[in-house]
């Protein structure tokens, strides 16, 4: 999986749910600083030292303003691959907002993202002190999803915690069920616009297959409360299992091949989200333009 779509997508939930972010992962800003008054999404590249220095790509800086007049930065890395993060880096993009922002309270966290259970942590802070004076000390908040129990969100009304949920910790057995939470509290909590954007996510980064796909809407129609959402996932075509068991086979091919042409991840939701809905007559015109295209926005030109 390419780190960048990796990010990309991830990023996107924060960019779409900043407030939602901010009131599942880090409540305490608002219990201490009041009411949230305005968001700002901080530039992502930060200063450089020296030219010749590589560029950093900051994750997410967000700045919060507050009805207390305080100001909060808080900056979000998203980690698929422990072994890539570093401690050091991410003190120094700290230490660079802090000086771009003196007036700002800067909380680095960051969000690992794997579902694997870990033999070693990451490191969680660093400390250098001597004869009893303390010369750094450096932190940040550490979220690991998989360390996170799916059930104990059920009932919390955040649409990050829903989309989330599938990269959470639960029993083999209870799968069904806690993608059904995350497809209805979506539902209720989001615009249709991004309930359609972020179902896509849901799935991709749950792996749903076509078959549990087919059993999860038999699950949802079982549901009284889930009524409204099993006939918009009906409307919108979403049900595996019509005329689609040759479709999915074509859309399954053509992600092979945008991965072999460009290197494009089959977990770029907006990719699936495309084969996911496209007709028959659409994966034949798609399947052709790879041939040509030099990248994949050609292949989706005018679709």
């Known amino acids: 999986m390419p780190q960048e779509s990796h990010d990309h997508n991830f990023k996107n939930v924060f960019l779409d749910f900043p407030r939602e972010a901010l009131e599942l992962f880090y409540p305490q800003a608002l219990e201490q600083y009041g009411e949230l008054q305005e968001i700002t999404f901080v530039r992502q590249e930060p200063r450089k030292h020296r030219l010749a220095d590589s560029g950093l790509a900051l994750d997410m800086p967000i700045l919060f303003r507050f009805a207390r007049g305080s100001l909060l930065l808080w900056l979000v890395e998203f980690q698929e691959d422990k072994e890539k993060f570093s401690i050091y880096k991410l003190l120094r993009y700290t230490t660079d907002l802090m000086e771009a922002h003196p007036d700002a309270v800067v909380i680095p966290a960051v969000l690992f993202t794997d579902r694997k259970a870990w033999r070693k942590d990451v490191p969680r802070q660093l400390e ?56 209805q509290g979506l539902f209720q909590l989001a615009s249709r616009v991004h309930f359609e954007k972020y179902v896509d996510f849901i799935d991709v980064y749950a792996e749903v297959q076509p078959e549990e796909q087919k059993a999860l809407y038999d699950d949802i129609i079982e549901h009284k409360e889930t009524a409204m959402l099993a006939q918009y996932i009906k409307d919108l075509g979403r049900v595996e299992g019509r005329v689609e068991g040759e479709l999915t086979a074509s859309s399954r091919i053509l992600q092979r091949q945008l991965n072999k042409r460009f290197g494009k991840s089959i977990t770029d939701f907006d990719v699936q989200g495309r084969l996911r809905k496209a007709t028959p007559e659409q994966l034949d015109l798609w399947a052709e333009r790879i041939l040509d295209a030099k990248n994949v926005d050609e292949v989706f030109k005018d679709n």
């Open 128 to 183: 250098s002190k001597f004869a009893g004076t303390t010369f750094l000390h450096f932190e940040y908040v550490h979220l690991k999803l998989f360390a996170l129990q799916a059930k104990d969100y059920y009932n919390v009304n955040n649409p990050v915690a829903k989309i989330l949920m599938p990269k959470m910790q639960y029993p083999a057995s209870e799968r069904l069920e806690v993608l059904r939470h995350a497809y």
